[in-house]
């Protein structure tokens, strides 16, 4: 039977103001019990807001509070203290993308989320939207893809501010924070692919000192014989997002609120366009971790179901750092 599971939310930015904390007024197996924030005041209004608890410390929360599970919608470099401050108290945890901020620590992480036998689930929102679920079923209609095509892109004032500008605390830029749900349908839909090629860019902000790419280009190659790209920038505008799966028998395009099927001609043969029904997709995610909890279904979202993720950005990145030698001669010697 499910039981309503106790749910705290830790990180109290963007990300949890839009999505998690009302989605938690919505789900029907979670309710919220305290928040926590490094920053007093914002720690503070969130819990006058939402009638909780507010603590500024996670680990005198999780031992005052107690809860099933928290909601982790910290900065990137923040994601490893967070889980195992939870795993050393037992406590479930619910992490915003991405799993880890590269291979090794993604690596660690499932090591320990597996010796102390707490669920993690990576929150990749798209998995719980009814129109990317049915783009997985519709794909058999097109036949064995040959061509993808992806791009996710919007413009950022400023791509050089805050913790996100900075590599080593985001893990990456553009492609490891916002090219993580890209690349996730894409890992989905078709698997990791064979070879993965990338050129990333940090010149958006003239005279800036970031480290982390506003923009970046990876080139794919499966050896069944798919080939394809992802465009990924939050310097270029306008704000767009879609995927495109060519095969023989037509081509797949989907994008955040409908999916098309489309003979090889470009003639739409079947369609299914969802109504935005905000926050539905947070809180049928944190619904269905709560029956993860339960043991009453899988956890579709795991630290092995992102390890993949970890090393297609690895190797995206590695490749993006080859640089030919001033003189091709020395290249081709």
């Known amino acids: 039977m499910n039981t309503t599971k106790r749910a705290a939310v830790i990180?109290?930015?963007?990300?949890?103001?839009?999505?998690?904390?009302?989605?938690?007024?919505?789900?029907?197996?979670?309710?919220?019990?305290?928040?926590?924030?490094?920053?007093?005041?914002?720690?503070?209004?969130?819990?006058?807001?939402?009638q909780v608890p507010g603590f500024t410390d996670l680990t005198r929360l999780l031992a005052e509070v107690r809860p099933d599970f928290?909601?982790?919608?910290?900065?990137?470099?923040?994601?490893?203290?967070?889980?195992?401050?939870?795993?050393?108290?037992?406590?479930?945890?619910?992490?915003?993308?991405?799993?880890?901020?590269?291979?090794?620590e993604a690596g660690e992480?499932?090591?320990?989320?597996?010796?102390?036998?707490?669920e993690l689930m990576v929150t990749v929102q798209r998995r719980f939207h009814p129109v990317y679920a049915a783009a997985l079923q519709l794909l058999d209609q097109i036949g064995p893809p040959y061509l993808v095509e992806g791009?996710?892109?919007?413009?950022?004032?400023?791509p050089a501010a805050g913790w996100r500008g900075r590599a080593k605390l985001a893990g990456g830029g553009c492609l490891a924070d916002m090219g993580y749900h890209l690349i996730d349908l894409l890992l989905w839909y078709l698997g990791l692919p064979?070879?993965?090629?990338?050129?990333?860019?940090?010149?958006?902000?003239?005279?800036?000192?970031?480290?982390?790419e506003d923009t970046a280009l990876v080139h794919l190659a499966y050896d069944c014989g798919l080939y394809g790209s992802l465009l990924v920038s939050r310097s270029a505008g306008p704000k767009s997002e879609h995927l495109v799966i060519t095969g023989p028998h037509g081509t797949l395009l989907i994008e955040r609120g409908a999916v098309r099927v489309m003979d090889p001609a470009g003639q739409v043969v079947e369609s299914l366009v969802r109504e935005p029904a905000w926050p539905c997709s947070p809180a049928v995610q944190i619904d269905r971790?709560?029956?993860?909890?339960?043991?009453?279904?899988?956890?579709?979202?795991?630290?092995?179901?992102?390890?993949?993720?970890?090393?297609?950005?690895?190797?995206?990145?590695?490749?993006?750092?080859?640089?030919?030698?001033?003189?091709?001669?020395?290249?081709?010697?």
Not at 81 to 97: D, R, S
Not at 109 to 118: S, W
Not at 196 to 207: E, N, Y
């Open 194 to 212: 064979d070879r993965v090629l990338a050129d990333t860019s940090a010149a958006v902000v003239p005279g800036a000192e970031y480290g982390a």
């Open 11 to 50: 990180g109290l930015g963007g990300q949890a103001h839009k999505d998690h904390l009302p989605a938690l007024t919505s789900c029907r197996l979670a309710e919220l019990v305290a928040v926590c924030d490094v920053d007093p005041q914002r720690a503070a209004e969130q819990a006058d807001r939402w």
């Open 289 to 333: 971790f709560c029956r993860v909890l339960d043991r009453s279904c899988s956890n579709p979202s795991g630290p092995a179901e992102h390890l993949p993720h970890a090393a297609f950005l690895a190797a995206a990145y590695a490749s993006a750092a080859t640089t030919l030698p001033a003189d091709p001669k020395e290249f081709l010697a």
């Open 109 to 118: 992480l499932a090591a320990l989320c597996e010796k102390t036998g707490i």
């Open 151 to 158: 791009r996710y892109t919007f413009h950022c004032p400023d």
């Open 70 to 104: 928290v909601i982790a919608a910290v900065p990137h470099h923040v994601g490893r203290e967070v889980i195992t401050a939870c795993a050393e108290a037992g406590v479930h945890v619910m992490k915003e993308k991405p799993f880890a901020t590269d291979p090794h």
